[in-house]
């Protein structure tokens, strides 16, 4: 286990939450009241649709959490519908997490930069302190110090540790005896939330595998990457079912707009999950030919190994590549102002042709140069 044993004293999930949510009852909208009839008068909807609502699926509240999309979501990531939680998109859980376990001022957020920044956004709106036990950057690539990590949390008061995996931007991805071995390090006095927005592109299974062993374990995942339904906005939570209960309770009262709910139904038929799994190998392949490709450029530093649909690369003179990719028409993600990439680009894997923009636009300016 990596070294890790559990020393801390055990608890129930429910005692991490903030002592004045636990049982709190939320809001009970229209939709959660179990009521049966043909006439629906008790929301205060329009008696008829929208003219451009053809399909008349908006002029009714939807499900706050759709049963349809609940049970595909679940099978996909072999949990039960009790133990997820649908939002919007990933930011969504992040936030409400924050709030639920963070008494502000008090309860702190462990993290380790260079990662996605919505983590410290929430934990600021909370007044949560953040602890931040940055990545070391190494010969296998950036990688957490998960030992650091526990110590950081334990000493510090923390309520969540994130732990990004694969980790965005730097793509390193987390064994799962590695996971398990931090979550016992931080059982009974924090939840370990392992983002798993990029899990499907990754050689490693996802923690969701650990939650019967790990009960202060949450795993986020997303549509909105390998299932290419951004827009959609369809994340979820999955955690111990009593937790889950709680941050229900203080989600908003529809958060899945019923458009949303039934693309992503389609979205998650077979037809459409065969054809998602063709494209996440397509995907993988492709992340192979542009590591090697790209560091055979001149001007690139290094080449970090990924396990996300991204490549982080450093860069002799990562301005002026930024700036040649742009002139070209091909836009990629800027780290700079990140800690740690003062020179480094993060370009998302896009299909054959767009990748050979890439190479073609780095080749053409170091050929300039």
Known sequence: MNGFASNAPSAGVLELVRPDLRGFGGYKSARTEALRGDVWLNANESAWAN???????????????????RAALAELYGCTPEQLLIGRGSDEAIDLLVRVLCVPGRDAVVISTPVFGMYAVSARLQDAPLIDVPLRDTAQGFLPDLAALADAALAGAAKLVFLCSPTNPTGHACALDEIAGLAGRLAGRALLV??????????????????????????????????????????????????????????????????????????????????TRQRVERIREERSRMHEALEGLPGVRRVYPSQGNYLLVRFDDADRAFATLLSTGVVVRDQRAAPQLGDALRISIGNPEQNERVLSALAVREAAA
């Open 194 to 275: 392992v983002d798993e927005a990029y899990v499907e592109f990754s050689d490693v299974p996802s923690a969701t595998a650990l939650l019967a062993r790990c009960p202060n374990l949450v795993v986020l995942r997303t549509l909105s990457k390998a299932h290419a339904l951004a827009a959609a906005r369809i994340g979820v939570a999955i955690a111990a079912p009593e937790l889950i209960a709680v941050l229900r309770a203080c989600q908003a009262p529809y958060p899945i707009p019923a458009p949303c709910a039934e693309l992503a139904l389609a979205g998650l038929a077979p037809a459409a999950l065969a054809q």
């Open 51 to 69: 003219p451009a609502d053809a399909d008349a699926v908006c002029r009714r509240y939807p499900e706050p959490q759709p049963a349809a999309l």
